[in-house]
Each structure stands twice: as C-alpha cells, then as structure tokens.
C-alpha cells in the first residue's frame, strides 16, 4: 500500500512561498480592517474572505490536476477552460496583480527606510535603492529555488507583526473602554479590497503546483496553509483592535512610528525606538524577498512572450479544448501507479510512491526547466527581468502618497479577479457535471458576493487614489466625538518626569503646549485619562480560567469527528459559524447584564427582567436541564475512562458512583469565584489529553496514504452542531461569572478574548486528528486511542503505547472533575435560591416585570463613580459588600443545608447518568442542540435585541437576526435526529459510518498489518 507522510519537506517548501505570498502586507493592514467594520463584522468578513480564497484555491489545484502536462501558466489554464477569453481574463488580471502588489512593496520599503533614518534621502531615492536591494533574489531561475529563501521572510513578517501589536498593547496600557468605529456600507466595504489583498494566493499557486514533484499534494498544501492564516490573520486584527478601537491607521506599522520632534505616536505614546526598528528591520527582510516570489508568473509569462522560453511540445499546441486530448498529470500518475505496482515488492520501505514518480515523470521535466535559464538565455532573461522592475519603480514612485488606496485598489480588482472569481470559474465550467449541487449553490454564491464587493470596493478605492478628497480628520473611521481626538492619552497620565524619562525627546513646557500634544493631552477629562486600567487583571484571568474549562472541554474530543461526520469543508463552515454564533451571544448577554439592575444575579432573574415571567421559564427550563445534563455527560465519560484504565475492576456503574464521589469536594466550595483556583489544573489537563491524543492517533496511522473521504449527507453535517453547541456553551456561566466580578464592564474582552482563543484551538485540533484518519475517525478522540484487551491494537489497526493512553486518560479526568463543579454552580444556585430561601433580593426591589428597570444598573453606578474614582473603588463601596453579604449566607446554620441540597443534587445526577451510560455521543448531541442552544445563543441574542433594540445598530442587528433563525433552524434538526438515535437506536453493525461503502467497515490503513507483513 502506498504510504506518504503528511507534508514532506516539499511540501514545506511551498508551504513557505504560499506564506510568504499571503501573509505579508496585507497583515498590516488587518487593524485597520476592524477598525473599518468593528469587531463583529470585522471576524465575519475575515472569515468569510478566508473560506473564499480557500475554496477559490483548492479548485485552482483541482483544475490544473486535470488540466493536460502543457498547461503550465495561469494563462494556460484559462484557455483551455475558456479559450482566448479565458487566456485574455488570466492574463490581464494576474499581470496587474504580479505588476501592482511589487509596486506596493517598493513604496511599503521606501517608506520603511525613510522611516528608519529619517532626512537621510527622500523616499523617491530610498524606492530606488530598495529596487537595488530586491534585484538578487528576482534573478534566482524558478520559484522553487528561491524556496529557501521563504522562511526568513515568514519569520520577518511574524515578528513584525508580533511586535507591532506589543508596542501598541503597551504604550496603550491602562486605557478604558474603545471607542467604536461610526459605521456605514462604504468603510466596511472597504475593508473587502484589504483582505483580498492578504489572502491573494491564486497568483503564484500555478507556479508552485507546476514546479511540485507531485502535484496532488497540493490540495492539502493549500488547505492547511491557508487555514492556518486565517486565524492568525482574526488574532492579529482583533489585539490592536481591542487597545484602539476605531483609532487605527490603515498601516499597523505607521501606528507606531513616533513624531520626529515629540517622539509620540498620533496616539499620544512614546514606544521604545529599538523594538520600531527591529519592527521595520524584519518587515523589510519580508518585503525583500516576497518581492521576487510575488513577480515570478510575470516574469515566467514575459520570458514566454518575448524571449520564446518555457514553449509546449508540437504535439501539443494551444488549442482551445485540443487541451482535452492530452494526458493530465492525475491521468498520468494514475498509469504510472499501475504499472509500477507489479515491482512493489523491490520499492524500499524507506521510499515513498510519489518519490518514485517524481523520478521517472516529473522530475525530468523540472530539470528541462532548469536547463532553460542556462547559456545564451542567461543574460536575455536577466536584462529582461532588470527591464521589468525597472517600469515597476516608475510606478512606485507615481502612487508613493497613496499606499492604504493603492493596497485596496489592487486587492479589490486584479486580486480578487484572479485568486477567487476565475479560479471557480474554470473549476465549474470543466466539472460541471461532477460538482454536487450544493457545493455549485456555495461556488454561486461566493462568485456574486466578491463579484458586487470587489467592483464597489475598486470603485472607491479608485475614487480615493485618483480624485482625492481634502480631510482633516486624524481618526476617519470614529463618530465625530474621537474623530480628531484621541479617547485615551497614556502619556498625559505621567507626571511630568515620567513623561521625560520614558520619550524619546525631553517635552519641557514649551513642547507641551505645541498644537500636536496639547490636541492630545485635551483628548480626555482628566478623571478619566488618569484611570490606568490594565488590559488584563489577576480577576480577570481567573474568571476566563473558568469560562475555558467551562467551553474547553468535553466538546473537544469530538472534534475530529464532526470533520469525519461533515468533510473539512463543511465541518470548517460549521466551526466558523458556530464560533461566531456563539461569541456574540455571549458578548450579547454580558452587555445586557450591565444594563440590568444589580438585582439581576441569575439567568432566571436577566429572562424576567427582558421578558417578564415567560422569559424567567425559558431561561430556568433551559439552563437546568443544561445544568444538570452536561455534568451527567461528564459522569459518564469519567467513569468510562476509569474503566478503560483499570478493565475488570469495576462495572461502569460503579465507576460512575465513584467518580461522583470524587468531584463533590469541589461541589461543595461555595461560590464558583472561590473555585476558580482549581479551573488552571481543569484547562491543562484538556490541553493535555488532546495533544496526547492527536499525537498517539498520527503516531500510530504515520506513513498512511490518502484518508478517505467522507460521504456527506445533510444528516451528518447537521449532526455536528449538537456537538459544537456543546463546546462552545459558555452562556451557562456567565451570569454568574460577571455577578461576582467587581469590574463588570470588563466581561465583554473576557469573553471575546477567550472564545477566540478557544476557536483556533478547535481547529487545530480538528484538522490535524481528521487529516490522520478521514472519515474513519471516531466520535470521541480518546475512544479512538484505546486498544482492545485482547489484540492490544485499536478499532484504526495500530498499538498505541499505552502509558501514553493511560496520560491522556488521566488529564482528562482531571479536567472533568473540575469542570463538573465549574458548571453545576448556577444549577446550585437556583436551588439555593428556591429551597432554601438564600440569595433573596431586598424588598425594595422585588422581582416583577420591567419594575426591574427602575433599578439602578451596574453600568448606571459605575458611570456615577468613574468621574472621581477608580474601579478598585466601586468594588469597595458597592461590590465588595455585597459578596462579602453572598459568601456569609453560606456560614453558620446553612452549611448543613447547603451541603445536604447539592449533595442531594449529585445523587439525581448519577442516577441519569447510570441510565444514559451507553449512549454517550448522542446524549452530548442532544444536550447540545436543545438546552444549550437555547441558553446560549437564542435567548441571550433574544434578551439583547428586546432591551437595547433602539442603540443597535442596523447592521448588527441584521446579523444577529440572522444567527437566531439559522442556529433555531439547525437546533430543532439536530435535536430530532440525536434524539431518534438515543430513544430509539438502530442496529447497525457499521464500524465506520460516515464512510463510502468501501470503507464502511475496512481500515483503509493498517500500520500493524503493513509493517509485519
């Protein structure tokens, strides 16, 4: 059987030029990005220009599989999908990208350079001399050589990046709530021209699939490439985001650089001038060598046209669909598969099939390439492409003014063009009749979308760059309140010595009454610019300790999983989705909490509040049946993992009865605040136990060939939304949460920052279990680990070692034993409050209806305090008393009522989970799709909507609408078919079930059998 690693080195290195491509200028401007559309619509459309590009690009890879040997250029393949049309659109559209994109390169460098030694030349001399320092990389042959060459580069824009957003976090530390940007369709639209930019990989991906020994891997080179990006591109728009807000520049490096006379940023900062220049230094390195990645398909096109290199065989011409009639390279390796198959036998086991290949096929052709750039072509290709970047500098310095205008124009025509619309074009027209029809439903779609926002977005960006328009404003994407002022000072909180000791210039009297500094030091009341609030506190780390081992979790484990049920793409959409349906939901609910009076403390008391007495059932209904149903899932998991590390010692019965007993400890600690000390070991041990898992799984099935796929029905792609409902249910927990924080306007970034997190984590551990196993992986990752008593091997085929499955086991059991205690808490709390008559209101302020509203809210006491006094001190006039009031109520005569109650609780619990024990996958479905979408997305966006309709804006609430149907929708499925199964279970003896017939009950990798064969 044919065995190939994951990602050879190859692939590495053509996972490094597509990184250098992709993730280089368009991070700069990723800030600026949310700054245009907010954080809600900035993630959305992040998320959705990622999905375009990916799908855009692996149906690039797709096509030029099928596509004949000759079909080497973008061109190429445009012809033979479209004819001269299709030649014509690739043409033009890549030859303005491969031209354009090095223009901004040189004008980024040039600036860089002026930025770094400032009145050293002009920036027209410092573009030249850039060009100069770009010209030896630009005359290496082909793409793959300069490979390399691409991981410095990578490493320079990383570091660059990372250091940017840690100047910003610091020089605006302490700052107070962000100002928002002051939205409209052209600003957010604008942001489309920016991200084309960033994810515009479909300009060299011909190149590196026809330079590519095996050019079937590059699907999977894509994939994980960009994947990988996407979420790095969220992280790094949403930090400087969430210190500036609106206030950020269309450039991320220009935030940071400081006058030359103040040595402040616009900002009102001095940043440390070492970490500038390492910041611009590395940028540079980037700039330095995607500069000669970026020009390769032009020069690869020019040398075609003018010089008569890179010609196809007479054979084969250029011929409109003539292209048909010759072998493609999947055809090709199909044959040579075949008849290398009888001499298998004498192939090395050290060896890989396309190895094989590419030294009886491809390489050869590789090599002619090669040969080309040798001789008396040498010096007529090097003149030409001295030629070409020479007109590239005449263009750099006509747009040099223009950069963020000049970066959405290209991103938002020729980008877009030819890495999303041609690309699914030509996949469409030569497959038609293969694509599924929902698959052709999602291309239209993406088509029309990128194809009305990319001719809106050029228009504009056209508008800006050829007929600028006269504004003053500093802050152009705030309301007019933060337009030209900047919301918080960090600077003008110094005294006047810190201020000396910390800028780059000495600001003596006469400096701080200059129009640029005495605009800034006005920029906020004094009260409010002396109130230095960290990013995060000790409080708030313990309080998103709990939120993690709350969300992180269980629902990990079914990760894998949900892309076996559903493929990677659909599982990806999935995630996407369910990510950012549950990130403002929960944003939702802790903004309507600061709205509520302070006698608001429970889910229950916010639903009656909104909703009157219907709300309060909805909301107690829902949050105890999740209360008590997901601590039932963990009974079960736990004392399955028990009996799976110590077999025939106990019945899971009994374990289940002792697993209990070992979490009522922390059941018994009582308020969730106290306990928070416990949720560090709760999140290692989650953390653990799946990279343990991930890495026995590709341990064991190493040297696999191809996973197969899975066979997709809308029952099991809808299936996986039980289970992501599941692992992002963090809405159980955050009224609780936020009662007992002393800052709780602070919970909003506790929230974002968490989830977000917790969202790159489920990726990464769903792609790198699927792309192991396929569609053979299990439902639950540590199931898939554990070998049969009897064989020592697993359901896979494969001996794990099994100290690391005991580990795994081990850590997370650790994580459920204190994630268990973690979200029983609210369900503990309503009891309390309903048996035992504690946490009562006063009486002034009864629970009845809207009279709620008559409250004060904690939003309402904290504005009254914050003109004079610090947070610190509203939790010691306000808060602080009323938690030292909760924590008495659990003293004296109530701790034996207390403890009997939850002890009691406990019991029922283990009484549902005996009976559910068998059926655990379909119980966390279910529990997911019913109760904690209803708790955790439907009424909180509900709650929101009802009390803060009029300050929402129109495209928020669109989007929120938007999320209630399709999750209510998707919920109420789910629910059906997860119950069907656990009320009513089929027999099947199908080991596989999400596979092809082929695989439904084989292993389609056997590493035991192959290796002792």
């Keep these: 059987m044919a065995k190939g690693p994951f990602l050879t080195f190859e692939d590495c ?204 891997r590059m699907p999977r080179v894509v994939v994980v490439t960009m994947f990988f990006i996407m979420f790095m591109l969220m992280a790094l728009g949403f930090a400087p985001y969430s210190a500036i807000g609106c206030q950020v520049s269309g450039n991320l490096l220009y935030v940071i650089y400081p006058d030359a006379s103040t040595g402040l940023t616009e900002l009102g900062f001095a940043p440390n001038w070492g970490m500038v220049v390492l910041a611009y230094l590395v940028m540079q390195m980037h700039i330095t060598i995607a500069f000669s990645v970026l020009i390769n398909p032009a020069f690869f096109i020019a040398e075609r046209l003018v010089l008569g290199m890179h010609k196809k065989n007479t054979d084969d011409i250029e011929n409109g669909l003539g292209y048909q009639e010759t072998g493609t390279p999947m055809e090709s390796e199909k044959n040579e598969i075949a008849c290398l198959s009888i001499m298998s036998d004498r192939i090395s086991k050290a060896s890989s099939m396309p190895d094989v290949l590419a030294e009886n096929h491809l390489h050869h052709n590789h090599e002619a390439e090669v040969a080309e750039y040798q001789g008396a072509n040498a010096i007529k290709y090097i003149v030409l492409r001295v030629a070409i970047i020479a007109v590239l500098v005449v263009l750099s310095i006509i747009f040099k003014d223009h950069f963020s205008e000049f970066v959405d124009f290209v991103g938002a025509s020729a980008i877009t063009t030819n890495c999303v619309i041609l690309p699914i074009t030509f996949y469409l ?80 009297s006469a400096t701080l009454q200059t129009p640029f500094y005495a605009s800034r030091t006005a920029a906020l009341p004094i009260e409010a610019t002396m109130t230095k609030e960290p990013f995060f506190t000790v409080e708030d780390i313990k309080v998103s300790f709990n939120l993690f081992c709350c969300v992180c979790g269980v629902g990990t484990l079914g990760m894998p999983g949900n892309y076996a049920r559903a493929g990677p793409i659909f599982a990806t959409i999935a995630m996407i989705f369910m990510a950012f349906a549950n990130v403002y939901p929960s944003i939702a609910m802790s903004k309507v909490m600061l709205l509520a009076p302070k006698s608001v403390k429970t889910f229950g008391d916010l639903g009656e509040w909104a909703m009157g007495k219907v709300g309060r059932w909805l909301c107690v209904v829902s949050q105890m049946v999740s209360c008590l149903l997901i601590p039932c899932v963990f009974l079960v998991l736990g004392g399955g993992l028990l009996d799976g590390l110590f077999p025939g010692a106990f019945d899971p019965t009994v374990w289940t009865i002792l697993m209990a007993t070992m979490v009522l400890p922390l059941c018994l600690v009582p308020t969730l605040e106290e306990g928070s000390g416990t949720a560090l070991a709760g999140c290692i041990g989650t953390l653990v136990a799946d990279a343990i898992g991930v890495a026995v799984v590709m341990h064991g099935m190493r040297g696999h060939s191809s996973i197969p796929t899975t066979d997709v029905t809308i029952s099991q792609v809808a299936g996986t939304f039980g289970n992501l409902a599941l692992s992002y ?285």
């Design 429 to 508: 027209v030569k497959t038609w009749e293969k694509v599924p029809a929902y698959e052709r439903v999602g291309a239209a779609i993406v088509l029309v979308v990128c194809t009305v926002l990319g001719c809106y977005s050029t228009y504009t960006a056209g508008k800006g760059l050829f007929f600028p328009s006269e504004s003053d404003a500093i802050f152009p994407y705030c309301d007019d309140e933060y337009e030209n002022t900047v919301y918080y000072n960090y600077t003008a909180c110094l005294p006047p010595l810190a201020i000396i000791l910390n800028s780059a210039a000495c600001l003596d």
């Design 13 to 216: 290195k053509m996972a490094f030029s597509l990184f250098t491509c992709m993730c280089g200028v368009g991070t700069l401007s990723m800030p600026g990005n949310f700054a245009r559309a907010g954080m809600v619509l900035g993630f959305f459309a992040v998320a959705f220009m990622g999905l375009a590009n990916i799908y855009a690009s692996v149906s690039m890879s797709r096509v030029l599989l099928l596509a004949p040997n000759s079909v080497k250029t973008f061109g190429d393949l445009g012809e033979w999908a479209m004819g001269k049309t299709g030649r014509w659109l690739c043409v033009i559209s890549q030859m303005g990208s491969c031209l354009l994109i090095p223009c901004v390169f040189l004008v980024l460098g040039g600036g860089l350079l002026d930025g770094l030694f400032p009145g050293a030349f002009s920036t027209t001399t410092w573009i030249i001399l850039m060009t100069i320092t770009v010209l030896p990389l630009s005359l290496v042959p082909t793409l793959k050589e300069g490979a390399g060459a691409a991981f410095a580069a990578c490493m320079g824009t990383i570091i660059a990046d990372i250091l940017g957003v840690g100047i910003i976090l610091h020089g605006m530390r302490g700052h107070p709530s962000v100002p928002s940007p002051d939205l409209n369709l052209s600003q957010v639209a604008g942001a489309f021209g920016s991200l084309a930019m960033g994810f515009g990989a479909g300009i060299v991906l011909s190149d590196l699939q026809r330079q590519h020994s095996d050019p079937s």
């Design 729 to 1013: 249910g963090a809405g159980t927990i955050i009224p609780d949460l936020q009662r007992q924080h002393s800052d709780p306007h602070r919970m909003p970034r506790i929230i974002a920052v968490t989830l977000v997190i917790i969202s790159a984590l489920f990726f990464v551990l769903s792609i790198v279990g699927y792309m192991s196993v396929g569609c053979q992986g299990a439902g639950n990752l540590l199931y898939t680990i554990y070998p049969n008593s009897v064989t020592g091997v697993t359901s896979l085929g494969f001996a794990p070692h099994w100290g690391a499955v005991v580990l795994a086991y081990l850590f997370m059991q650790l994580h459920t034993t204190t994630a268990f205690s973690v979200l029983l808490q609210p369900a503990f709390y309503m009891a309390e409050c309903t048996i035992l008559g504690m946490h009562k209101k006063k009486i002034d302020d009864v629970e009845s209806g809207l009279h709620y509203v008559e409250g004060a809210s904690p939003v309402d006491e904290y504005a009254k305090q914050t003109g004079a006094t610090t947070p610190v001190t509203v939790d010691d006039n306000e808060r602080h008393h009323d938690r030292e009031v909760e924590a008495a109520e659990y003293r004296g005569a109530n701790v034996v009522k207390y403890i009997v109650l939850r002890i009691c609780i406990v019991v029922v619990l283990v009484v549902l989970s005996i009976v559910f024990q068998d059926h655990f996958s379909d119980f966390a479905d279910f529990v997911g799709a019913s109760s904690l979408t209803t708790s955790c997305i439907l009424l909180p966006i509900a709650f929101y909507l009802v009390k803060a309709w009029d300050t929402i804006p129109t495209l928020e609430k669109v989007a929120a609408i938007v999320v209630f149907v399709v999750c209510f929708i998707f919920g109420c499925y789910s629910t059906y078919t997860a119950g069907k199964k656990l009320f009513a279970p089929s027999d099947s003896s199908v080991q596989f079930p999400y596979c092809e017939d082929e695989f439904k009950n084989r292993v389609y990798y056997n590493y035991t059998a192959v290796h002792m064969s």
